[in-house]
């Protein structure tokens, strides 16, 4: 059963203390991302044979038209209704993304000085799929809505391929809606390529896969051992842990309810972190049973008990503001304030990359179709981080602009802070200009 812990009887490290693996794939994947970079789509596709199982004999990287067609004809054929259900996603998604859009700004603070920032988004954002049994459609919606919306001309998308070639349908379909549900939108391509390859083959580029000037989606330890070293050759979302969940509440809520949630996030990974923080015992005792209960029914029961035996715990607090206290302090992934009056306690929050406010909101509400991103920090990055979003696949330039008259204005004291650093050169590239006028 999960365990049961009073924070007036715990230490700090038993409050953040969690498992998570330690395996060290450095130099398998530098190996791998070397190779790719000398060797192009002949190493891309040599490495889709061994750790896919695809035929290399004829084996193409970049889905056509046809293929993605054809993806969607299946989806429909296979499971009517979810393309609408995609759409209905897309479209919260770009709603939301559409309201994250920044403009530049010029000032002109007196007559002949101009200073100002131009917004622009990057050329090519890369998309990481993950693939196989952990399909993620979801992912598609919320890392490639962003990118297009900030502008982007061409989303590289890649993900690994099934044995025979394939991609699954919903995955395929996410990125044609995606595209179609953002006004002007770039294009989507996809190549069926994963693992560090993949994420060697958008930093540096090959014959087939383009470089892309930003690397986002998540993946397993070697995905996020090749975004840590590719890293400075291309921008990164971030470096991503397992999942989290944190859970305030108070006795009123349904124990079922909160068990239910606290198991969407520990299914996802043996090293996922499910917490409840509450100010009552008995409701505590309540979740632990419940959770017990429902983890017997749950089709990844395996996945889910490990992460409730490795990482889960109940924190029992003196009261609800002190539960707010410890949830700043782990800086949870994701925040659910089951309780009366969440505004309340939401003003309280300033670490979490997601917050979920009320008994009615379960986290999984955020993880597919409310909107706001789904792309969170974790290990409590959550403190100095944010959620994916426009701002990600957009960069800012500076400019400026003085006269004649405007400079000379300023030029002694320029040359007096050039001085100061022992650096003559800049005092003089702006003193001779009023020298020589």
């Known amino acids: 059963m999960i365990k049961i812990l009073d924070f007036a009887e715990l230490t700090a490290d038993e409050v953040f203390a969690r498992s998570e693996p330690t395996a060290d794939v450095s130099d398998i994947v530098a190996a791998i991302i070397k190779d790719v970079r000398e060797n192009g789509d002949e190493a891309v596709i040599r490495y889709a044979a061994k750790f896919d199982g695809v035929d290399p004999e004829g084996f193409t990287l970049e889905l056509n038209r046809e293929e993605k067609d054809a993806a969607i ?28 859009l920044r403009e530049g700004f010029v000032i ?13 988004p990057l050329e090519r954002a890369g998309l990481y799929v993950p693939g196989g049994t952990a399909a993620y459609p979801s992912t598609v919606l919320m890392d490639s809505i962003p990118a297009l919306t900030a502008g982007c001309s061409e989303i590289i ?12 349908p919903a995955v395929i379909a996410a990125a044609v809606i995606a595209q179609q549900t953002v006004p002007g939108a770039g294009s989507v391509r996809i190549f069926r390529t994963g693992g560090a390859q993949a994420v060697a083959a958008l930093a540096y580029g090959t014959e087939s896969i383009p470089a892309v000037d930003k690397i986002v989606g998540p993946g397993n330890a070697f995905v996020a051992e090749a975004k840590r070293q590719v890293f400075g050759k291309v921008a990164i979302d971030m470096i991503a842990g397992p999942s989290e969940i944190l859970v305030v509440s108070d006795d009123k809520s349904d124990p079922d309810f909160v068990a239910a949630d606290m198991l969407s996030q520990a299914e996802h990974d043996k090293n996922a972190s499910a917490v409840l923080v509450t100010d009552s015992a008995d409701f505590a005792l309540d979740v632990a049973v419940a959770i017990e209960t429902q983890l017997q029914s749950l089709e990844r029961e395996e996945i889910a008990r490990a992460s409730i035996d490795n990482n889960g715990k109940i924190i029992v607090a003196a009261d609800l503001m002190q539960a707010v206290d410890i949830a700043n302090e782990i800086a949870p992934e994701h925040l659910e304030l089951c309780v009366d009056e969440p505004m309340k306690l939401f003003s309280r929050v300033k670490n979490a990359g997601s917050v979920f406010l009320g008994r009615s909101c379960p986290e999984a509400l955020g993880d597919y179709f409310a909107g706001p991103n789904h792309t969170l920090p974790t290990s409590g990055t959550a403190r100095f981080s944010s959620p994916l979003s426009v701002d990600d696949f957009v960069k800012k330039m500076q400019f400026i602009q003085y006269t004649d008259n405007a400079l000379a204005s300023v030029a002694d004291d320029i040359a007096a802070f050039a001085r100061k650093e022992g650096l003559t050169g800049h005092a003089r590239s702006v003193l001779i200009r009023s020298e020589k006028g």
């Open 73 to 100: 004809r299946s989806l429909d054929e296979s499971d009517p209704g979810f393309t609408d259900v995609l759409r209905k996603a897309a479209t919260n998604i770009a709603d939301f993304c559409g309201r994250q």
């Open 108 to 120: 002109e603070s007196e007559p002949g000085k101009i200073t100002g920032q131009k917004v622009m």
């Open 157 to 168: 998308m890649t993900t690994p391929p099934n044995a025979d070639g394939s991609i699954e």
